[in-house]
């Protein structure tokens, strides 16, 4: 029997330089963006007051989201780097995620309140300073577009960066639509488009706000990441010379760009089992960039490595056991050979 936890250190060693590279030059593209929002933000408010623009005042509070969103990145990209130990046995890479979630979260919150305001000014709409909000709204696309381009150079793959990308993206729109909205009120006097335009910035932040939340909860709730289907894979080792069943299967991801996979494969007596894993590790990395694989590889019917079951329920087995089985409770379906002697 072969319980092999991946750990390749032949891999590992040659990624490690390239890794740390990565994550300085994450932290400096996004020390960079953090600079340039947090001090234009601080502008934006006393202008926002002084014209009475709620687009202004929505994209200075949105700015707000921004650079708290950078610093939760910061943050967690400096926990990511921990190494496992303890009682985290994946370190603290997961902290990426849960700075995903917090991003998201602010985005559909800041919503909510703006599309409040901007249905009240709707309603009644205040005299708006039109040519301040031009003046700030384009200044803030600039600002914008420069920290949008620093965050772009980081490690986007990372939905810790992307979250903080979003949020910058969403704020560039939003100048955009506050510019227009400036406009249409300088040369028409129509004083409602300041809150159209925060009305728009409010699809715009709800759309990225669900799309961070379902990408994150995905790997919080241990989902197999997009484009890798547990029971295809199943099939496919399944099919592999030797092989005769695989169970307790598997596919999850560990942070952003980390997949990976266990399973219990059943193969022929007469075969090498070790090199069976070898082969089915190296299916995988060729299939699927499956490089972090957990494969329990057993013989079939071999009484010496035969798990017994259990049949007391108290003890945690199953009273429907069947004797002969290798697990007590296998989780998830059993994929066979189609050409299996039964």
């Not at 947090?38 to 650079?67: C, K, N, P, R, Y």
């Not at 100048?175 to 009120?185: E, H, K, Q, R, W």
């Amino acid at each position: 029997m072969t319980n092999r936890h991946d750990h390749p250190h032949d891999q590992g060693h040659a990624r490690a330089h390239d890794h740390g590279v990565s994550v300085d030059a994450d932290r400096r593209w996004l020390t960079i963006a953090l600079a340039l929002i947090g001090g234009f933000m601080a502008v934006e408010v006393v202008i926002g007051v002084i014209a009475q623009s709620l687009a202004l005042i929505s994209d200075a509070a949105h700015m707000l989201t921004d650079a708290v969103s950078i610093v939760l990145a910061l943050i967690a990209i400096r926990l990511a780097a921990r190494p496992a130990k303890g009682h985290y046995t994946y370190g603290l890479k997961r902290a990426e995620i849960l700075s995903a979630q917090a991003n998201g979260l602010t985005l559909l919150l800041l919503a909510a309140w703006l599309a409040y305001e901007a249905i009240r000014r709707l309603i009644n709409p205040p005299e708006v300073h039109g040519w301040l909000v031009v003046v700030t709204a384009l200044a803030g696309v600039a600002i914008n577009v420069a920290a949008s381009w620093a965050i772009s150079r980081a490690n986007r793959s990372s939905l810790n960066v992307e979250g903080a990308f979003q949020h910058i993206l969403n704020d560039l729109y939003a100048f955009v639509a506050t510019a227009i909205a400036g406009l249409v009120m300088v040369f028409t006097g129509f004083d409602r488009a300041d809150a159209i335009a925060s009305l728009i910035v409010v699809a715009l932040m709800l759309k990225a706000g669900v799309s961070l939340l379902r990408d994150s909860g995905r790997i919080l709730l241990e989902a197999a990441p997009a484009g890798m289907h547990p029971d295809q894979i199943g099939d496919l080792l399944a099919q592999q010379n030797g092989v005769d069943e695989v169970h307790d299967l598997h596919v999850w991801t560990i942070t952003s760009g980390q997949p990976a996979l266990s399973a219990h494969v059943l193969v022929d007596r007469e075969l090498d089992c070790h090199q069976v894993r070898l082969d089915l590790e190296a299916l995988l990395r060729d299939q699927y960039e499956l490089t972090h694989t957990t494969l329990q590889v057993d013989h079939v019917k071999d009484p010496l490595l035969q798990i017994e079951p259990r049949t007391d329920r108290t003890s945690g087995g199953s009273a429907e056991s069947l004797p002969g089985a290798h697990c007590d409770d296998a989780h998830g379906p059993a994929h066979t050979r189609t050409d299996h002697p039964h």
